[in-house]
């Protein structure tokens, strides 16, 4: 992963690179086909090339072919800020449908094996519909709320008696000696490369505006989107990155020191958002916007509200709220 870096960041400053021995297979992750040596690449190919009519052949369609999700301007300067909406993601409504499929396009085997606090949880159940995939799913107690969608989709799947969907990766060992494959959304370089073509996807749409954010705010719970946005704009544009950790429980979301891997390779500013503030910020969405926006967005949100400083903001927003509608019922 590391060594990959260095190619990316001059594929990033250039705009074209030729592909070397080292680094054709770390291309070959990113434009997600094969990547030969002495291949001449451009960053273009990376953008989206949607079909104004969206009508599509295959199911799975609805996702490569959907691209982009919309951008949205959700704050005026000086504070001006854009907000990459990644509900219109078709299969759990939410950015993880690009991860998810990332992960099973990386991995062979029939039998996947994930744990999941939700939106990997449904991502990985559809696409293994779709591709003809056995999926096992570990839930921790608190994603119960996915339970319905994962029984419709057929997806077996076991609550586990713990709190954090990493305290559940023990859980997956049996599986794996028995011939199941993880896909590993947590250590799995190809979150990291996917979120690179999503930050080329959102590059493109703000350029037709003539905009280049100055800060990134995204959520951290694997780092894979919020690593891989951080590194793409600051590489480009010296744009800074504001990982949102909670300070106690919000879906999606985890601490820093907990594990993460790929948040370690950029310079980020982390910062604490609680479930109340979260929520804050969920309700100023939808009362000011329209954005009926999920917990981990309010939080993003929530932080760039109180941020001070001038400049042009990114903000990704994962998923949407109605997967929280039980949550908040019981606050």
């Not at 305290?167 to 199941?180: F, T, W």
């Not at 949100?301 to 039980?326: A, C, H, I, Q």
Request: include cysteine.
């Amino acid at each position: 992963m590391l060594e990959c870096l260095p190619h990316l960041e001059r594929l990033l400053r250039e705009g074209r690179y030729v592909a070397d021995g080292g680094s054709a297979g770390c291309f070959s992750a990113v434009f997600l086909r094969e990547v030969r040596p002495g291949e001449a690449l451009s960053l273009e190919e990376l953008y989206p090339r949607p079909d104004v009519r969206r009508v599509y052949d295959a199911p799975l369609d609805l996702l490569l072919g959907g691209w982009p999700t919309p951008l949205v301007k959700v704050g005026e300067a000086p504070r001006e800020a854009w907000a990459k909406l990644e509900w219109y993601n078709p299969f759990s409504r939410s950015i993880k449908d690009r991860t998810t499929y990332a992960l099973v396009r990386s991995v062979g085997g029939d039998r996947l094996v994930e744990v999941s606090s939700g939106n990997v949880a449904i991502a990985l159940g559809v696409l293994g519909a779709l591709l003809g995939k056995k999926v096992k799913i570990y839930l921790p107690s608190a994603a119960r709320y996915v339970e319905p969608v994962l029984d419709v989709l057929g997806v077996e799947h076991e609550v586990l008696d713990v709190t954090m969907t990493i305290e559940a990766l023990e859980h997956i060992r049996g599986d794996v000696a028995k011939g199941a494959v993880h896909t590993n959304q947590f250590e799995n370089d190809a979150n990291f490369f996917m979120h690179i073509r999503t930050a080329a996807e959102i590059d493109w749409q703000l350029s037709s505006r003539g905009v280049r954010p100055s800060y990134v705010i995204a959520g951290a719970g694997t780092s894979g989107h919020s690593a891989a946005l951080g590194f793409y704009f600051g590489v480009k544009y010296g744009a800074r990155l504001i990982a949102v950790q909670p300070s106690d429980w919000i879906p999606g979301l985890r601490r820093v020191e907990s594990g993460m891997k790929w948040i370690r390779y950029v310079p980020a500013e982390v910062v604490d958002v609680s479930f109340e503030e979260a929520l804050e910020g969920v309700k100023a969405l939808a009362r000011g916007f329209g954005l009926l926006a999920g917990l981990s967005s309010g939080a993003v949100y929530f932080e760039y509200l109180r941020r001070k400083s001038e400049g042009t903001y990114l903000m990704v927003f994962p998923d949407d709220l109605y997967k929280y509608l039980d949550i908040l019922k019981q606050r």
